[in-house]
């Protein structure tokens, strides 16, 4: 356990990733307030929306709004997610509220199909021309390939596909390359192999952890990738999430039990756990449920009623 990092970058993707699983569309003043209060916990990257046609993703139409109306915090990267050119023409009318770019595509092309009704090949060739005029723009740009540990439709996704489209990314200008575990396909001896191989393939890019929690292997699958390495997740406040393609794909793995199980480690995230469990207690709230995540039902070890 001696390689483990010292530091490590939670991005929260619940604003984005979260909220547009969500079978209601949730106002756009609770998400501009959620959205603050996530801001105030230390986190340093934050997705808080994505420019995808709104007729498709409801959930996300009021972007623009969402993005012009939040604190923008110093020290707080806020990024959207962008799905092709004329996403990224309509998110640079934006410009001045967001710092990162985040671009999608899935390794499986059942999935990709089922996603976006493109094949990879074209999700990628869209990509290597898009990319380019965000970084023009001044963007950081970070490439996320979905399907990366397994298809829920095709099961196995050969693991050289997945790094060869990681090396085009990275080619087109991606300063990082994120893998997704989209339905909770993978497993902690997958992970360690499948990262051990990413280091040794990709050198000069942030490698980033992105799991969901579909069969209980989320937290086993960070640890799994820490042993590795890897010091950069995602992970969504309260366990929002999923993947709308699939049934039964529930959320990601909650950032409040990553930050709350890797700080009992030792490992320094830089997040305020007590602040980033109100923000999901407040979720909790907005949507009327009970939320997933075990930290917010349990409280952090070191948390007492009488405190």
Known sequence: ????????????????????????????????????????????????????????????????????????????????????????????????YFDEASFFLSASETHNMKNVNRSVEDSLSGLEQTVPLAIEAG?????????????????????????????RLRAAGCSEVGFGDTTGMANPLQVRGFFREAFARLDGVELTAHFHDTRGQGLAN??????????????????????????????????????SMIGEMGIETGVDLKKLIAASAEAQSVLGRPLGSHVLRAGPVDWHPSR
């Open 1 to 96: 356990m001696s390689g483990l990092p010292e530091n490590v970058k939670i991005r929260e993707v619940g604003p984005r990733d979260g909220f547009q699983n969500e079978p209601e569309v949730i106002d756009t003043e609770d998400k501009i307030r959620l959205i603050n209060l996530l801001s105030a916990t230390g986190l340093k990257c934050m997705e808080v929306t994505s420019f995808v046609r709104p007729d498709v993703i409801p959930q996300l139409a009021d972007g623009p709004q969402v993005l012009a109306g939040i604190e923008r915090r110093e020290g707080v990267s806020y990024s959207v997610l962008i799905p092709n050119l004329k996403g990224l023409e309509k998110a640079l009318e934006y410009r001045e």
């Open 139 to 167: 963007l950081g740009c970070v490439g996320i390939i979905a399907t990366s540990f397994g298809c829920p439709y095709e099961g196995v996704v050969p693991q050289e596909k997945v790094f060869a489209l990681a090396e």
């Open 222 to 259: 960070v640890l799994a990738a820490l042993e590795e390495g890897i010091s950069s997740f995602e992970s969504s406040f309260g366990e929002l999430g999923g993947c709308p393609v699939p049934p039964g794909a529930t959320g990601n793995v909650a950032s409040e039990d990553v930050v």
